[in-house]
């Protein structure tokens, strides 16, 4: 009687313990981005697995020695810092894309920079705030496939569930896809919402061909307004914002601040657009990003020319005299600029432009009633 209590107690116990222990690896389980804590699960689970086993008879059982239990997890979850390095730079030499935000990341860490996301307890809440920020791309016009939106959540699943092995989902090769898509999407994000994702100088002025031969190809210059860009230092105090754990801050900080991007934001959203509606408004999206060095706004006069309207406006404190422009065509565009005028004339000469001449003015040589009835006159440059 004695052993049969004996023999009960000893299973209620195993039972209890076992019990224990599973209440403890759920509980460790439940951390995403701890693997120190996922490795402890597997090493109680072990633990519980022999206790419940061993009051039920006398066979005898090999018992895994404490380096047996811990080679069971080195392979799969640990983190090695250097061969986490080691496919980051693999993955940066075999980056080919162009934009500014690319190459700093490139940059970053071929020249050695630390992990910014990674660390040995994993991936904390900074990817979360970033996911959540590139998860809303598409309501400002984006693909989140720009962002690699979906190749970053299913690696970041990975690692929280430890859905890793020793092959192609080496852990190390994982956290490396991560940390350097990560960096990559976070700087064009940043960038590109603070100052724009295009460069409007590039754009416009390699749009119309003003000479060209077998030598070169000249353009005219169609956008002459100072605009600020994404410099060297931005890059590098969004990096640093990482390390630093001011993400979710900085993510904040960097939207539009042009009071029409909310506005437009909120009209692209709520309403179904036609192809050609739906390209011009994300035109404007696009313009409202473009943070100018300075703003007629910013002085007490000024006149601004609204170009699609065919209207100009000049204001001198709360004076405002509006009248009507012309502007020119599609082939002869009026260009885009932001500058500080000295004088005024009043009823000034035109130079007729080059392009013009070539097109409309040459054919009429030799021809005075063409130039007296337009009043064109010639004049002789010296030198």
């Not at 697995?49 to 404490?66: N, Q």
């Not at 092959?167 to 190390?172: A, C, F, I, T």
Request: hydrophobic share 40%; glycine share 6%; charged share 25%.
């Amino acid at each position: 009687m004695q052993i049969k209590h004996s023999i009960k107690r000893n299973n209620w116990a195993a039972q209890n313990n076992s019990g224990m222990l599973m209440r403890y690896i759920l509980e460790l389980g439940k951390s995403s981005s701890l693997f120190i804590g996922k490795f402890l699960s597997l090493v109680l689970f072990a633990s519980g697995f022999l206790v419940a086993c061993s009051e039920k008879g006398d066979v005898e059982r090999p018992i895994p020695s404490y380096d047996g239990l811990n080679a069971m997890g080195k392979d799969a979850f640990r983190f090695e810092a250097n061969e986490i390095q080691q496919h980051i730079y693999r993955l940066a030499k075999a980056d080919n894309d162009t934009l500014v935000a690319d190459a700093r990341t490139r940059r970053y860490y071929k020249d050695g920079g630390n992990l910014l996301w990674i660390d040995r307890f994993g991936v904390d809440e900074r990817a979360d705030s970033v996911l959540a920020y590139l998860n809303e791309v598409e309501g400002m016009g984006f693909s989140k496939r720009v962002f690699g939106v979906k190749q970053i959540e299913r690696d970041l699943q990975r690692l929280r569930t430890l859905d890793v092995d020793t092959g192609v989902k080496n852990v190390n090769r994982v956290a490396a896809r991560l940390e350097y898509n990560l960096t990559k999407a976070f700087l064009r994000y940043t960038a590109g919402q603070h100052y724009g994702f295009t460069n409007p100088s590039q754009i416009f002025n390699r749009l119309d061909v003003r000479e060209k031969d077998s030598v070169r190809t000249t353009y005219r210059v169609l956008f002459d307004v100072p605009i600020k860009r994404a410099s060297k230092d931005f890059y590098t105090m969004a990096l640093r914002k990482v390390y630093n754990d001011s993400v979710a801050l900085f993510l904040r900080e960097v939207q539009p601040q042009n009071a029409l991007y909310a506005q437009l934001i909120k009209y692209f959203k709520g309403k179904t657009l036609s192809s050609a509606d739906r390209v011009r408004m994300l035109c404007n999206l696009e313009r409202s990003r473009w943070r100018q060095n300075d703003y007629p706004q910013n002085h007490r006069k000024y006149v601004i020319v609204n170009v699609p309207s065919f209207h100009l406006d000049a204001v001198d404190g709360d004076s405002v005299l509006n009248m009507r422009m012309a502007c020119g065509t599609l082939e002869t565009k009026t260009p885009l600029l932001n500058s500080c005028f000295i004088r005024m004339d009043v009823n000034p000469q035109w130079i007729i432009p080059r392009s013009i001449i070539k097109k409309e003015v040459v054919g009429h040589a030799g021809n005075p009633d063409y130039f007296s009835k337009r009043r064109y006159f010639i004049l002789h440059r010296l030198g």
